[in-house]
């Protein structure tokens, strides 16, 4: 009876086990198919995030008009290959920013004719720079109104808003929107105390377009105002004015304010850049020495200007280096 109850013992396991092993075969099979589904799914999920990441990031890139900063003389090294004549002499002024200077990196600004707006404003609001003074005692949203009534100046119709060339009897109040998106946003940014928040609100800032070109707008329409006041001055013969008022109304293209604005302020932002004279009136109304080095003017003297060269002491500083006086960047120290 022993070895009888041991075979029946025996054939049961054996038989149990066949259907186990079925079993676990099919179950590990499964297992291993989930497996490797799963990696797939992740390997497409990845890339698929990937992709997305990448777009996002060369979209943001593309839209925000102050870059990151990046090393001063490994842009040199990329931006001026070669040995040409211009090469070497770009390079040379490179290195001797980074050596006499103390510049060791640049933030890339964005190449449109806004560009030397676009620099000097985000230095003074990355900065926390307050209102200049004079901005302090008046109200700039009134500005608009003031030359349109008050002076009776009906030729601001025909203000242009830089590639946005627009006239007609709503310039008024699309100055005073420009006019209001300044102040706003200058007066938060410079009450905020924190430099990486303020950092923060600068970038978020220059990457919408939109109020970006508000701000140029209302700091053009600024110097076309203060352009009228000082020629009524001078028709009145009032106060003495400052000297770059007249040097800019000696100009052939721009003895009165209606032809500085024609020929001069309305193409800003759309086909021309700045020049010489209107980059000290930016500084002069904004109360901001702008130093500027020009490295097309290496070994001259005119490598390193000031704008305006005549400035009060307790005025900040702001810094740019230009390749040929129509693109900036901005230099750090």
């Given at each position: 009876?022993?070895?009888?109850?041991?075979?029946?013992?025996?054939?049961?396991?054996?038989?149990?086990?066949?259907?186990?092993k079925v079993q676990l075969?099919?179950?590990?099979?499964?297992?291993?198919?989930?497996?490797?589904?799963?990696?797939?799914?992740?390997?497409?999920?990845?890339?698929?995030?990937?992709?997305?990441?990448?777009?996002?990031?060369?979209?943001?890139?593309?839209?925000?008009?102050?870059?990151?900063?990046?090393?001063?003389?490994?842009?040199?090294?990329?931006?001026?290959?070669?040995?040409?004549?211009?090469?070497?002499?770009?390079?040379?002024?490179?290195?001797?920013?980074?050596?006499?200077?103390?510049?060791?990196?640049?933030?890339?600004?964005?190449?449109?004719?806004?560009?030397?707006?676009?620099?000097?404003?985000?230095?003074?609001?990355?900065?926390?720079?307050?209102?200049?003074?004079?901005?302090?005692?008046?109200?700039?949203?009134?500005?608009?109104?003031?030359?349109?009534?008050?002076?009776?100046?009906?030729?601001?119709?025909?203000?242009?808003?830089?590639?946005?060339?627009?006239?007609?009897?709503?310039a008024f109040g699309k100055?005073?929107?420009?006019?209001?998106?300044?102040?706003?946003?200058?007066?938060?940014?410079?009450?905020?105390?924190?430099?990486?928040?303020?950092?923060?609100?600068?970038?978020?800032?220059?990457?919408?377009?939109?109020?970006?070109?508000?701000?140029?707008?209302?700091?053009?329409?600024?110097?076309?105002?203060?352009?009228?006041?000082?020629?009524?001055?001078?028709?009145?013969?009032?106060?003495?004015?400052?000297?770059?008022?007249?040097?800019?109304?000696?100009?052939?293209?721009?003895?009165?304010?209606?032809?500085?604005?024609?020929?001069?302020?309305?193409?800003?932002?759309?086909?021309?850049?700045?020049?010489?004279?209107?980059?000290?009136?930016?500084?002069?109304?904004?109360?901001?020495?702008?130093?500027?080095?020009?490295?097309?003017?290496?070994?001259?003297?005119?490598?390193?200007?000031?704008?305006?060269?005549?400035?009060?002491?307790?005025?900040?500083?702001?810094?740019?280096?230009?390749?040929?006086?129509?693109?900036?960047?901005?230099?750090?120290?």
């Open positions: 009876e022993v070895p009888s109850w041991t075979a029946v013992a025996k054939q049961s396991l054996c038989l149990m086990w066949q259907k186990v075969m099919l179950s590990m099979s499964f297992l291993v198919a989930v497996f490797w589904y799963c990696r797939r799914l992740y390997s497409f999920l990845a890339q698929l995030l990937k992709r997305w990441s990448n777009y996002l990031q060369r979209k943001l890139i593309r839209n925000v008009s102050v870059l990151t900063e990046v090393d001063l003389l490994g842009y040199s090294a990329r931006e001026w290959k070669g040995e040409t004549k211009q090469a070497k002499h770009m390079r040379e002024a490179y290195e001797e920013l980074f050596r006499s200077c103390h510049v060791k990196y640049l933030r890339q600004v964005r190449r449109d004719n806004y560009c030397v707006l676009r620099a000097v404003l985000f230095q003074i609001f990355s900065q926390g720079i307050p209102f200049p003074s004079w901005m302090k005692e008046r109200d700039i949203l009134k500005l608009p109104e003031k030359l349109l009534y008050s002076q009776g100046c009906n030729w601001i119709q025909q203000y242009s808003f830089g590639p946005e060339r627009y006239t007609g009897p709503n100055l005073r929107k420009c006019m209001e998106t300044l102040k706003i946003n200058w007066a938060e940014i410079s009450a905020t105390k924190d430099h990486e928040e303020r950092g923060n609100m600068c970038n978020a800032l220059f990457s919408d377009e939109s109020k970006e070109h508000k701000l140029y707008e209302a700091i053009k329409f600024i110097m076309l105002y203060e352009v009228v006041e000082a020629y009524e001055q001078i028709k009145n013969r009032e106060e003495p004015i400052h000297n770059l008022f007249s040097l800019l109304l000696a100009r052939d293209s721009s003895p009165d304010p209606l032809s500085f604005m024609m020929n001069h302020l309305n193409s800003i932002g759309d086909s021309i850049c700045l020049d010489q004279v209107e980059l000290f009136l930016l500084g002069y109304l904004l109360e901001v020495k702008i130093k500027v080095y020009r490295l097309h003017r290496f070994n001259t003297e005119e490598f390193e200007v000031n704008y305006p060269d005549e400035y009060r002491r307790e005025w900040n500083e702001i810094s740019l280096l230009t390749e040929d006086d129509r693109y900036y960047h901005i230099p750090l120290f």
